[in-house]
């Protein structure tokens, strides 16, 4: 048993449904956080049975933030703040998760820079990468509700 087992996504991510984009916390150590999240029929962002572009594009975003979430929250125990997406570069999608799939969402950590962490983000199927980005993002003054 995983000690991220016991972690209700909801303590670490602000979001609620129906717009989550992950279930789970799979692994987090200082340069990598991993999520999971198994793409269900009725979801918003679902198209044709698939999740389109912007639900995986939403999943890094989600992924990255429960990185920061968990940080806050299980190590340095502060609130958790909202983030916010300040640029996207290099955002490629080799395919479309379909229904009942799980994303397998690595975040790697690569630096903080006054405030704006940089992070890579790659989506995987199985041992398939489905897409690949990177992502700065902020944290705003806000404490998650």
Not at 14 to 38: G, M, S
Not at 91 to 108: C, D, K, N, S, W
Not at 117 to 128: F, H, I, K, P
């Given at each position: 048993?995983?000690?991220f087992d016991?972690?209700?996504?909801?303590?670490?991510?602000p979001?609620?449904?129906?717009?989550?984009?992950?279930?789970?916390?799979?692994?987090?150590?200082?340069?990598?956080?991993?999520?999971?999240f198994?793409v269900?029929?009725?979801?918003?962002?679902?198209?044709d049975?698939?999740?389109?572009?912007?639900?995986i594009?939403?999943?890094?975003?989600?992924s990255?933030?429960?990185?920061?979430?968990?940080?806050?929250?299980?190590?340095l125990?502060?609130?958790?703040?909202?983030?916010?997406i300040?640029?996207?570069?290099?955002?490629?999608?080799?395919?479309?998760?379909?229904?009942?799939?799980?994303?397998?969402?690595?975040?790697?950590?690569?630096?903080?820079?006054?405030?704006?962490?940089?992070?890579?983000?790659?989506?995987?199927?199985?041992?398939?990468?489905?897409?690949?980005?990177?992502?700065?993002?902020?944290?705003?003054?806000?404490?998650?509700?």
């Amino acid at each position: 048993m995983s000690p991220f087992d016991k972690i209700s996504i909801s303590e670490i991510l602000p979001q609620r449904e129906p717009f989550l984009f992950v279930d789970c916390l799979v692994h987090y150590d200082e340069r990598e956080t991993v999520t999971a999240f198994t793409v269900p029929a009725d979801h918003l962002l679902v198209e044709d049975g698939h999740l389109a572009a912007a639900g995986i594009l939403e999943n890094m975003a989600q992924s990255s933030a429960a990185r920061i979430g968990y940080l806050c929250k299980y190590i340095l125990h502060v609130p958790v703040r909202i983030g916010y997406i300040g640029a996207i570069r290099k955002f490629q999608v080799h395919r479309l998760p379909a229904v009942g799939e799980t994303l397998t969402t690595m975040i790697l950590f690569r630096e903080d820079v006054f405030g704006i962490s940089l992070v890579d983000a790659v989506v995987r199927v199985g041992d398939e990468m489905i897409a690949e980005a990177s992502l700065k993002t902020a944290l705003g003054e806000k404490e998650a509700e």
